[in-house]
């Protein structure tokens, strides 16, 4: 007859304590790797582990019980000291206004030039506010005005070329331009309360108004967004909108460009109106404007209800202009951009073209009128605009050409229309248009 054997309370204790010590255990700390077919635990220490032999330790580190019959999707953990190559993370290259630094531990961190960012780390950018990151792989993302985002993950192991990012936007929004992933293994994914929005090589925006809604469009590449009740695969042009219980909408064309094509390139002062045709269907415009010399460097963002917006720059210098109309539902549409220089002509800037004939408020009896103007020496070409408006913004002619007169091909109406002209340079910029004449079209 066997003896039962029976444990004092501190015996147990102790035991499970021991089992505690010894029994292998994931932490969050760890790297995940999501496996792929054909994956196993051999060939993963050979690719990750500083020890191969330390494959069966990775093993019961796992709870795997069948090392060679890997799921596709499985998660390995990878404790960091033990990966052949460490993760590198990410930078904060560039803020402007008041951003808040938190680490893992609740604690702010001083915000200095190319911050380092680590895992569970935190964003917060307050109104008139932003911050870029970008991440070890080359890929950036600006955390617009009054925004928290936490950095989950944002890990890229160079030895393997393997981007693992993963965040999560609890308020506001953000733009990315995410590089092309040179392997399946990578992932980039950014957590809403909404939906989760998860991306291989694209530029994008995302935005979280409140706490039950998240909007996305994507201007290049795709991005698929999913919930527990569905999913929206966005190709460049389409956005969607996902609210928390609902599957993500159908893919919903975005708005086009805004036109700014006859936005003037050179103007001497700082403190500039610029206007542009409205875009059918927008409710609202987003205006950002970036200097040229370092497109990180975010000098005024604003949205505005019309085409419109009045800007006072901090000094003279380059800038690009960034315009995307909003729809009513809130989805911001495709980028349209213009380059100008502000409070000074370029000093190697192109003249300004001198028209020449129909003269300024002629009467012609032709539906298809010949422009002339006085030739410029070392150009590329011209860009003729010909409107129905003296501010340009319902233009029926924007071509370029070679010669210094144009003739229409397509009859015109009888009314009165305005035209310019600017000349091309021979890397292709720009100059200054030449005031306009108008004329009258009468048969």
Same mark, same amino acid.
């Given at each position: 007859?066997?003896?039962?054997?029976?444990?004092?309370?501190?015996?147990?204790?102790?035991?499970?304590?021991?089992?505690?010590?010894?029994?292998?255990?994931?932490?969050?700390?760890?790297?995940?790797?999501?496996?792929?077919?054909? $994956?196993?635990?051999?060939?993963?220490?050979?690719?990750?582990?500083? !020890?191969?032999?330390?494959?069966?330790?990775?093993?019961?580190?796992?709870?795997?019980?069948?090392?060679?019959?890997?799921?596709?999707?499985?998660?390995?953990?990878?404790?960091?000291?033990?990966?052949?190559?460490?993760?590198?993370?990410?930078?904060?290259?560039?803020?402007?206004?008041?951003?808040?630094?938190? !680490?893992? #531990?609740?604690?702010?961190?001083?915000?200095?030039?190319?911050?380092?960012?680590?895992?569970?780390?935190?964003?917060?950018?307050? $109104?008139?506010?932003?911050?870029?990151?970008?991440?070890?792989?080359?890929?950036?993302?600006?955390?617009?005005?009054?925004?928290?985002?936490?950095?989950?993950?944002?890990?890229?192991?160079?030895?393997?070329?393997?981007?693992?990012?993963?965040?999560?936007?609890?308020?506001?929004?953000?733009?990315?331009?995410?590089?092309?992933?040179?392997?399946?293994?990578?992932?980039?994914?950014?957590?809403?309360?909404?939906?989760?929005?998860?991306?291989?090589?694209?530029?994008?925006?995302?935005?979280?108004?409140?706490?039950?809604?998240?909007?996305?469009?994507?201007?290049?590449?795709?991005?698929?967004?999913?919930?527990?009740?569905?999913?929206?695969?966005?190709?460049?042009?389409?956005?969607?909108?996902?609210?928390?219980?609902?599957?993500?909408?159908?893919?919903?064309?975005?708005?086009?460009?805004?036109?700014?094509?006859?936005?003037?390139?050179?103007?001497?002062?700082?403190?500039?109106?610029?206007?542009?045709?409205?875009?059918?269907?927008?409710?609202?415009?987003?205006?950002?404007?970036?200097?040229? $010399?370092?497109? !990180?460097?975010?000098?005024?963002?604003?949205?505005?209800?019309?085409?419109?917006?009045?800007?006072?720059?901090?000094?003279?210098?380059?800038?690009?202009?960034?315009?995307?109309?909003?729809?009513?539902?809130?989805?911001?549409?495709?980028?349209?951009?213009?380059?100008?220089?502000?409070?000074? #002509?370029?000093? $190697?800037?192109?003249?300004?073209?001198?028209?020449?004939?129909?003269?300024?408020?002629?009467?012609?009896?032709?539906?298809?009128?010949?422009?002339?103007?006085?030739?410029?020496?070392?150009?590329?070409?011209?860009?003729?605009?010909?409107?129905?408006?003296?501010?340009?913004?319902?233009?029926?002619?924007?071509?370029?050409?070679?010669?210094?007169?144009?003739?229409?091909?397509?009859?015109?109406?009888?009314?009165?229309?305005?035209?310019?002209?600017?000349?091309?340079?021979? !890397?292709?910029?720009?100059?200054?248009?030449?005031?306009?004449?108008?004329?009258?079209?009468?048969?």
């Amino acid at each position: 007859m066997m003896q039962k054997t029976v444990l004092s309370i501190k015996q147990v204790v102790l035991l499970t304590l021991l089992l505690l010590l010894f029994m292998p255990t994931a932490h969050s700390e760890d790297w995940v790797y999501t496996t792929r077919p054909g $994956d196993s635990i051999w060939n993963i220490s050979q690719r990750f582990l500083i !020890n191969v032999n330390d494959w069966k330790k990775l093993q019961e580190y796992n709870k795997v019980t069948n090392p060679q019959g890997l799921q596709p999707g499985t998660k390995i953990h990878i404790p960091y000291t033990w990966l052949s190559n460490q993760p590198k993370s990410a930078r904060l290259i560039a803020t402007q206004g008041t951003v808040a630094v938190v !680490n893992k #531990a609740g604690i702010r961190i001083e915000v200095i030039d190319n911050l380092p960012l680590n895992n569970g780390y935190q964003i917060q950018t307050a $109104d008139q506010s932003y911050a870029i990151i970008e991440f070890a792989d080359g890929s950036r993302m600006a955390v617009k005005s009054d925004s928290i985002l936490m950095l989950n993950q944002i890990n890229y192991v160079d030895k393997a070329a393997i981007v693992d990012t993963q965040m999560r936007l609890k308020r506001g929004n953000i733009s990315s331009d995410v590089i092309p992933f040179q392997k399946p293994q990578s992932r980039f994914e950014i957590m809403t309360p909404a939906a989760v929005a998860a991306v291989r090589g694209t530029k994008f925006h995302l935005q979280v108004p409140n706490e039950t809604s998240m909007l996305s469009s994507v201007d290049e590449g795709t991005v698929l967004v999913s919930n527990p009740q569905g999913e929206s695969v966005l190709n460049a042009g389409f956005g969607t909108v996902a609210e928390v219980g609902k599957p993500p909408s159908p893919p919903i064309k975005l708005l086009p460009k805004a036109n700014l094509a006859y936005l003037e390139p050179m103007l001497m002062s700082k403190d500039i109106k610029f206007s542009w045709p409205s875009v059918s269907d927008a409710m609202s415009y987003y205006v950002e404007i970036r200097t040229q $010399d370092d497109d !990180n460097n975010i000098v005024f963002t604003s949205k505005s209800h019309q085409p419109i917006v009045k800007v006072s720059l901090p000094k003279n210098g380059k800038y690009i202009l960034f315009v995307r109309a909003i729809d009513k539902i809130g989805l911001q549409g495709l980028t349209a951009i213009h380059k100008f220089n502000a409070g000074f #002509a370029s000093t $190697d800037a192109l003249a300004q073209p001198k028209l020449n004939s129909p003269s300024n408020g002629d009467e012609v009896q032709t539906n298809k009128p010949t422009f002339h103007w006085f030739r410029i020496d070392n150009v590329k070409g011209y860009r003729v605009q010909v409107s129905s408006t003296n501010d340009f913004s319902d233009l029926i002619i924007d071509q370029v050409i070679e010669q210094q007169f144009f003739r229409i091909s397509a009859p015109l109406s009888e009314g009165n229309y305005f035209w310019r002209v600017a000349a091309i340079s021979s !890397n292709d910029e720009l100059g200054p248009f030449s005031e306009y004449y108008s004329l009258l079209i009468s048969e």
